[in-house]
């Protein structure tokens, strides 16, 4: 169907809940997307950090079939082959024992909220706060909610669940000034996605874990944007050497199938007992064998050291963009999570971009967020990168 039609059919039936650009996909190919007209786009977003592995990977596309005709879904009263052994895998990969499977971030999130506060009830004599970031994102569902540091995400849907506090990023003494005889853990991201693509340093990183081990609190990482590979290792904590007690994932995971993952310690996970905390489908039989495809060709293609060198040279050339162009404020990320600070608002930029058929994100009123696919070819990088410099450019008025 003709686009412009698509584009009026949902206007008037789809839910006007995000703000979304006029543009219909209907076939995506590595780092390609194709709309309904037939325009080709280079996506530096990767449906925001989801696809790893580019659209529509062959091997992907071969497991999804080949598990439909299989088996999809038992319910959870049972078990699924590939459900353990990604389990296994995942917890190979993190050290961390036991993982949970659910269908989203958010709900990986609440799953490691209420762990967090089984655990605070049962081995901490009943502490229950949990103290997040300023500027964080977490996820939409209540309790996800009420962790998120963003004031613009909560006003509207007061009362949130109680017992949430924030302290600064990047600044200990916020944190330490937070804590409370009721706090069971504390709750980040080590590179904020949402919040502008802020990572975090190693002294707050190393302090928090010192402040939460001093004081009996949990660490939970939220990994749903930087796990697997995005910020050149396979979790962001192993860039500072602080392993935490629960971890979050989604996104990438499932590479766009619905899947999310809350793994802990064998420690911290005993608190869950039958009946605890679950869902119908958490993931499901597709997810599942996605993720475990995902995680091999990962490994094969040894992609989270190829997104470290590849995230360090993007770093280098929007330093050398920077020098020449002034607009360019500051350049931050890590890995293949990077952003762009501008002197001037970064939604026309998105637009004039996709206008000449290149996908980057407005994270912020200021920021350009580029996440491209983590296998992304010099042939795709290069003219997304050309594309994107002629656009800054092209906003430098000359004196
Ligand atoms: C760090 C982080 N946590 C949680 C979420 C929520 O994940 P989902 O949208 O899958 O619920 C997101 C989504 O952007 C995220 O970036």
Redesign the pocket.
């Known amino acids: 169907m003709e686009m412009q039609s698509l584009l009026e059919k949902a206007d008037r039936v789809m839910m006007k809940n995000v703000s979304r650009f006029p543009v219909v996909f209907s076939r995506g190919e590595g780092a390609y997307l194709y709309d309904t007209d037939g325009k080709r786009y280079l996506d530096f977003l990767s449906g925001?950090?989801v696809h790893a592995l580019g659209h529509s990977h062959p091997r992907i596309a071969k497991a999804l079939v080949e598990q439909a005709e299989k088996i999809v879904h038992v319910s959870n009263y049972f078990y699924l082959e590939e459900q353990i052994l990604l389990a296994e895998k995942l917890a190979a990969l993190s050290g961390l024992e036991r993982v949970f499977f659910s269908n989203?971030?958010?709900?990986?999130?609440e799953a490691a909220l209420k762990l967090a506060r089984k655990y605070g009830r049962e081995k901490l004599g009943g502490k229950y706060e949990i103290i997040s970031a300023e500027k964080?994102?977490?996820?939409?569902?209540f309790g996800?909610l009420a962790a998120t540091g963003q004031p613009k995400y909560q006003e509207a849907f007061q009362p949130l669940p109680a017992g949430f506090k924030y302290a600064k990023f990047n600044d200990l003494s916020s944190w330490e000034a937070a804590v409370t005889p009721q706090t069971c853990a504390f709750l980040l991201?080590l590179v904020?996605?949402?919040g502008g693509v802020n990572p975090a340093t190693p002294e707050f990183v190393q302090g928090l874990a010192a402040l939460s081990r001093r004081h009996g609190i949990l660490l939970i990482f939220?990994?749903?944007?930087?796990g697997l590979g995005r910020t050149g290792k396979s979790f962001a904590w192993q860039h500072f050497g602080i392993k935490p007690q629960i971890m979050?994932l989604?996104?990438a995971l499932g590479s766009g199938v619905?899947l999310?993952a809350m793994l802990a310690t064998e420690e911290v996970a005993a608190a869950f007992t039958p009946g605890d905390h679950s869902t119908t489908i958490g993931g499901g039989g597709l997810a599942y064998t996605v993720a475990l495809e995902v995680l091999k060709v990962m490994e094969e293609e040894k992609l989270p050291e190829r997104t470290a060198q590849l995230g360090q040279e993007l770093l280098k050339t929007f330093h050398a963009w920077q020098k020449e162009l002034p607009i360019i404020k500051e350049v931050r990320g890590l890995g293949l999570l990077l952003a762009l600070e501008l002197t001037i608002p970064s939604r026309p930029i998105a637009e004039q971009c996709l206008e000449r058929g290149l996908i980057v994100n407005a994270v912020t009123p200021t920021a350009i967020r580029l996440a491209p696919p983590l296998n992304i070819g010099e042939a795709e990088l290069e003219p997304g990168l050309d594309l994107l410099y002629t656009v800054l450019k092209d906003q430098v008025v000359p004196s």
């Not at 964080?136 to 569902?141: A, I, K, L, N, Q």
């Not at 939220?222 to 930087?226: N, P």
């Open positions: 925001i950090a989203s971030g958010a709900e990986a999130n964080s994102f977490h996820g939409r569902t996800a991201e904020q996605g949402e939220d990994e749903i944007q930087t979050t989604a996104k619905p999310g």
